[in-house]
């Protein structure tokens, strides 16, 4: 069982170009799984870590994966609505929406960090967090992730947000941008901590992404597109 649950969680990797690395640091497990008709798990694994990648994830690393992306795209946070509103009544649109997208390309690069930890994950699952997590609801796989990889996951994304405001210029951008909003006559001044806002917005979004694959695959059949995929989760519908 702790075979299928590498599976069912396979679908949160983020990069294609990783795939293959990937694999080659999960754990040996052997070719068949109990129950399941002797499927071969390896190359099944193969499929659904493409499946969930391709689809999903690997989009929020590349250009505007954040930023295009409607269900993940991240805003400026609640303290700096006004600051938003107020920059765009005066004529300073450009600026705030500069100011945004900067937001968005830090956490585009932070995800790329995010395998080895989903890695380590898979690693440490026990039987019962496999049970659990295959007859468990439509978030049981993105449940478990959030869960066991949210601390790791900051640790990682924090640093790299930070290094990717100072490379892109967003320090001296958002600097500017709060700066011309602090001299606004009558506003209530703002300091906002957009490093912690901008990793947390990141780490939303990711789990975000994985629990739209994690939902497909487990309602939709069509979405079950190899032999493997049909076989594991023909498990769950049974529950």
Same mark, same amino acid.
């Given at each position: 069982?702790?075979?299928?649950?590498?599976?069912?969680? +396979?679908? %949160?990797?983020?990069?294609? =170009?990783?795939?293959q690395?990937?694999?080659?640091?999960?754990?040996?497990?052997s070719?068949q799984?109990?129950? &399941?008709?002797?499927?071969? $798990?390896a %190359?099944?694994?193969? #499929? +659904?870590?493409?499946?969930? $990648?391709?689809?999903?994830? %690997?989009?929020?690393?590349?250009?505007?994966?954040?930023?295009?992306? #409607?269900?993940?795209?991240?805003?400026?946070?609640a303290e700096?609505?006004? &600051?938003?509103?107020?920059l765009?009544?005066?004529?300073l649109?450009?600026?705030?929406?500069?100011? $945004?997208?900067?937001?968005?390309?830090? =956490?585009e690069?932070?995800?790329?960090?995010?395998?080895? $930890?989903?890695? %380590?994950?898979?690693?440490?699952?026990?039987f019962?967090?496999?049970?659990?997590?295959?007859?468990?609801?439509?978030?049981?796989?993105?449940?478990y992730?959030?869960?066991?990889?949210?601390?790791?996951?900051?640790?990682?994304?924090?640093?790299?947000?930070?290094?990717?405001?100072?490379?892109?210029?967003?320090?001296?951008?958002?600097?500017?941008?709060?700066?011309?909003?602090?001299?606004?006559?009558?506003?209530?001044?703002?300091?906002?901590?957009?490093?912690?806002?901008?990793?947390?917005? =990141?780490?939303?979004?990711v789990?975000?992404?994985? +629990?739209? #694959?994690?939902? #497909?695959?487990?309602?939709?059949?069509?979405?079950?597109?190899?032999p493997?995929?049909?076989?594991?989760?023909?498990?769950?519908?049974?529950?």
């Open positions: 069982m702790k075979k299928i649950l590498l599976l069912a969680v +396979a679908f %949160s990797l983020n990069s294609c =170009a990783q795939v690395q990937t694999l080659n640091q999960l754990p040996q497990i070719s799984i109990p129950g &399941v008709g002797g499927v071969d $798990i %190359s099944g694994l193969k #499929e +659904a870590l493409n499946k969930g $990648i391709t689809q999903q994830v %690997s989009k929020l690393t590349a250009v505007d994966g954040f930023y295009k992306n #409607e269900a993940v795209k991240i805003l400026m946070p700096l609505q006004k &600051v938003d509103a107020t765009r009544k005066v004529g649109s450009s600026l705030a929406d500069e100011g $945004i997208k900067m937001l968005n390309r830090a =956490a690069d932070a995800v790329k960090e995010a395998t080895p $930890i989903f890695v %380590s994950a898979v690693r440490n699952m026990t019962t967090d496999a049970k659990n997590i295959l007859l468990g609801n439509d978030s049981a796989a993105t449940n992730l959030q869960g066991s990889t949210t601390t790791a996951l900051y640790s990682k994304f924090n640093p790299v947000i930070k290094n990717s405001f100072e490379k892109v210029g967003a320090d001296a951008v958002w600097t500017k941008i709060i700066t011309k909003y602090n001299t606004i006559p009558l506003v209530k001044k703002v300091n906002p901590d957009l490093t912690d806002y901008t990793t947390n917005q =990141a780490l939303a979004g789990f975000k992404m994985i +629990a739209v #694959e994690e939902k #497909e695959i487990r309602n939709n059949i069509s979405a079950r597109t190899t493997l995929l049909k076989s594991v989760f023909a498990m769950q519908d049974k529950k």
